[in-house]
C-alpha cells in the first residue's frame, strides 16, 4: 500500500504477557519513529531508527520495551511483562529522514495498534 | 527543554464559523513546525508545515496558519468550518536535541462542530 501499515489493529491482552506491535513504512523511507498516545500523556516519543539502527532511544519507558527494524523497512516494537500502565494507542510514523541532526521531512503516520492490558 | 502549549482542550464552533486554535512554543531559534489532525481510530495526518520563509502557511482542506515569532505562536485558521472538521488537532514541533527529528506534540484540541 502507499502508507504506513500497522498491525494489529487493536490486542488486547493479559497483565504479564509479551506483545509485539509491527509497523512497514512507506516504501523508501529511511527514518521511522514510534509514538505512544495515552489519554494521561498524550503522544509521546518512543524510538527513532534511522535505516536499521536506532540512533535515539530515549523515549522507551522502561528495559521492558524494545523496539527492531530489519532490512531498512519493516519495524516491531515489543513489550514485555506487560503492565496496565502500558495500555495506549501506539502509533508508527515514517518519513525521508537523511540522518542529519534533524529532519524537517514531515512524518507519515499509520492508523495505530491500540492496546489494552487486562 | 522545547514544548508546545495548546490551551484550549476542546473547542465549539458552528458549522460555517470561521475557527482559529492556538497553539505556542517555547523555542530560542527558528523551529520546525507542524499541524496534524486525528479522526477517531485513524493516525495522524499532516495539515501543513512551517519551516521558513512566508510567515502564512497553506494547507489541506483549506486551512492555514501563521507564524508569529514575536508571540511564539503558530495558530491554526480556517474561514469556514465543515461537519468534516470535527477531529484532535495537534500542534507539533521538531526536537532539535536529538538527532532525527523526533515531534513534540501539544496536548492537542478537540474540535466539534455545531449544525
Known amino acids: 500500500g502507499a502508507g504506513v501499515s500497522q498491525s494489529p489493529s487493536n490486542k488486547v491482552t493479559e497483565k504479564g504477557k509479551d506483545v509485539e506491535l509491527r509497523c512497514d513504512p512507506i516504501?523508501?523511507?529511511?527514518?521511522l519513529y514510534w509514538y505512544r498516545q495515552s489519554l494521561g500523556q498524550g503522544l509521546e516519543f518512543l524510538i527513532y531508527?534511522?535505516?536499521?539502527?536506532?540512533?535515539?532511544k530515549s523515549g522507551l519507558p522502561s528495559d521492558r520495551f524494545s523496539a527492531e527494524r530489519t532490512g531498512g523497512s519493516v519495524s516491531t516494537l515489543t513489550i514485555q511483562r506487560t503492565q496496565q500502565e502500558d495500555s495506549a494507542v501506539y502509533l508508527c510514523?515514517?518519513?525521508f529522514g537523511q540522518g542529519t541532526p534533524y529532519s524537517n521531512q514531515p512524518q507519515h503516520f499509520g492508523d495505530g495498534t491500540r492496546l489494552s492490558i487486562l | 527543554a522545547q514544548s508546545v502549549t495548546q490551551p484550549d482542550i476542546h473547542i465549539t464552533v458552528s458549522e460555517g464559523a470561521s475557527l482559529e486554535l492556538r497553539c505556542n512554543y517555547s523555542?530560542?531559534?527558528?523551529?520546525?513546525l507542524f499541524w496534524y489532525v486525528q479522526s477517531p481510530g485513524q493516525g495522524l495526518q499532516l495539515l501543513l508545515k512551517?519551516?521558513?520563509?512566508?510567515?502564512l502557511v497553506q494547507g489541506i482542506k483549506g486551512f492555514e496558519a501563521e507564524f508569529k515569532r514575536s508571540q511564539s505562536s503558530f495558530n491554526l485558521r480556517k474561514p469556514s468550518v465543515h461537519w468534516s472538521d470535527a477531529a484532535e488537532y495537534f500542534c507539533?514541533?521538531?526536537?532539535?536535541?536529538?538527532?532525527?527529528?523526533?515531534?513534540?506534540f501539544g496536548q492537542g484540541t478537540e474540535l466539534s462542530v455545531k449544525p
Open positions: 510514523a515514517s518519513s
Open positions: 516504501s523508501g523511507h529511511t527514518a
Open positions: 531508527f534511522q535505516g536499521n539502527s536506532a540512533p535515539d
Open positions: 523555542y530560542g531559534a527558528t523551529p520546525y
Open positions: 512551517y519551516f521558513s520563509g512566508d510567515t
Open positions: 507539533a514541533v521538531v526536537s532539535l536535541y536529538n538527532q532525527g527529528g523526533k515531534l513534540i
